[in-house]
């Protein structure tokens, strides 16, 4: 709160020192996400819009340093600029957030993970044009910081968040419906995909087997039943996806299951900007709202998608051969993409932990792979 009242005396000051920065052409346009994978992947198609409409401005972004190198050969972002939120605490760090925007002289910055660090960084930055999402969950103190802002497109429940990304871009002039999410690999990616998959005719099933939010995970022992119920259902090779930190549990699951010679362990073996290479050989992929599954949208694979504990008509991935399964619980849905929580105030996740969802998945499973050989034998198989 100190921030905020500090900022509003010498907002006056803050004002006329912006009015001086008024330019009558965009040479600079930063974006703020810091969130996790999922949130940068549906945040592209933000970039994309922007470089059609501006395409000599320079676009910087910035992320989490999580999540850097998904962007590395997005062909719109012309610099990243990863930091992590020890950077701008305490007044020392805004100040120095602050400067470090006020010196790239931006045109125009578009905060789509708003916060109040931000709201303040950017007026101090001295950016003429500050465009934020206004989120539809949120407290006193970013309501009072978003004042700061020149312009605020509110994200309303029940609309997809990157409908509400794409929105705001008509402060600056962007007219565009078009939500495709980007995913981009390096050229070195095919050739190691390629190593890690073997040259197996199979289906290829992609299994996450982690989630950033533990209130979302399926779980270990649930992960080792599935794989072990789709291959006693069906020909097929399984693939453990996860970051380096998912190596442990991914080893587990490979060490417990009885069709090993099914399973391929890629957890940890590939990077963000690797990874792409390998989900778009995947058959089908099985995942609960993660940031893969979010990937997997982006490059139209099929996805069984376990949506558990989140409100899907504002966060899901959008594909056409996309299967949802949610149980219709009273308490669900709960996590939202504002008003994120990570316990379950059951104290069950029955949401993810039910007994239905590997018999939904099995199902739905089926159903993707029918659809799959009746396409492949009308159209050939190009895979």
């Known amino acids: 709160m100190f921030y905020i009242l500090l900022t509003y005396l010498v907002s006056p000051v803050l004002y006329l020192l912006v009015f001086f920065r008024q330019r009558d052409d965009v040479k600079k346009i930063l974006v703020i996400q810091t969130a996790k994978i999922g949130d940068l992947i549906c945040s592209t198609p933000v970039f994309r819009e922007i470089k059609k409409k501006y395409p000599c401005a320079r676009l910087s972004i910035i992320v989490n340093p999580v999540t850097e190198e998904l962007l590395q050969y997005n062909p719109y972002a012309d610099e990243t600029i990863a930091i992590k939120t020890e950077d701008y605490k305490g007044f020392s760090g805004k100040l120095r957030l602050a400067e470090r925007i006020r010196k790239e002289r931006y045109d125009i910055a578009i905060c789509l993970n708003p ?218 849905p709960c996590s939202f993409v504002f008003k994120t929580i990570h316990t379950c105030k059951m104290n069950t996740r029955e949401c993810i932990q039910s007994e239905e969802v590997l018999s939904k998945i099995l199902k739905a499973t089926r159903e993707i792979i029918a659809a799959k050989r009746q396409y492949d034998n009308q159209y050939g198989n190009d895979k």
């Open 115 to 332: 916060n109040v660090p931000f709201a303040i960084a950017l007026f101090w930055g001295l950016i003429p044009e500050r465009l934020s999402v206004m989120p539809n969950f949120t407290g006193v103190t970013f309501r009072l910081a978003s004042v700061f802002f020149t312009y605020l497109e509110r994200h309303v429940s029940g609309q997809l968040i990157t409908e509400t990304y794409v929105k705001i871009l008509k402060a600056i002039d962007i007219e565009s419906d078009n939500i495709s999410k980007e995913v981009y690999k390096s050229k070195e990616a095919d050739a190691k995909a390629r190593q890690i998959l073997g040259c197996s005719d199979n289906l290829l099933i992609g299994i996450a087997v982690s989630s950033g939010n533990k209130l979302k995970e399926l779980g270990t022992e649930k992960i080792i039943r599935l794989i072990d119920m789709l291959l006693d259902n069906m020909d097929a090779n399984i693939i453990l996806i996860g970051s380096e930190q998912d190596k442990k549990i991914a080893d587990r699951i490979f060490h417990v299951v009885v069709k090993k010679d099914s399973v391929i362990n890629a957890s940890g073996r590939l990077n963000l900007f690797e990874l792409p290479a390998l989900i778009e050989r995947l058959s089908l992929f099985i995942g609960v709202d993660t940031g893969i599954t979010y990937m997997a949208d982006a490059l139209s694979i099929p996805i069984i998608h376990l949506a558990g504990p989140i409100d899907t008509s504002e966060q899901r991935p959008a594909g056409k051969g996309v299967i949802t399964i949610q149980n219709n619980l009273a308490c669900a």
